[in-house]
């Protein structure tokens, strides 16, 4: 005796969808298909959406951080000025008691030097 194997009964072509109509299997598989592009658009939409935002991010960030650098060389030049101003005060004193302050401190500067060397 014989056993019925797969396929047998059934006819040709019908294979895929366990004995249901063509018309129902090609309906399900059109809405799959719809859904599947409906899902790809959506999906390329959150693509676009989520560039635009790494974009727009990285552009405050760079704003903010030239905002930041701005307010740093504004203060960096108020001290520079300072300096510059105090240097000029230094100038139109005595130029031999600077030039002995300046002797002084490096004599200091070099015997501080050699005293650290010798205690290695």
């Known amino acids: ?3 019925a194997g797969l396929g047998e009964g059934v006819p040709p072509g019908n294979y895929g969808n366990y004995g249901y109509g063509n018309s129902g299997y090609n309906a399900c598989e059109e809405e799959n298909e719809r859904l599947t592009e409906s899902l ?3 999906v390329t939409a959150i693509k676009s959406v989520s560039i635009s ?5 990285k ?3 760079n704003k903010l951080i030239a ?5 740093e060389f504004d203060s960096t030049t ?5 300096t510059m101003g105090k240097l000029k005060i230094l100038s139109r004193g005595s130029q031999t008691k600077l030039l002995c302050y300046m002797m002084l401190f490096s004599f200091f500067v070099f015997f501080v030097i050699y005293w650290i060397i010798k205690l290695r």
């Open 67 to 71: 905002i930041k650098l701005d307010s």
């Open 78 to 82: 108020g001290f520079l000025g300072k």
């Open 1 to 3: 005796m014989r056993r």
């Open 59 to 61: 552009n405050q960030k």
């Open 53 to 57: 935002l790494v974009i727009t991010y």
């Open 40 to 42: 790809k658009s959506k």
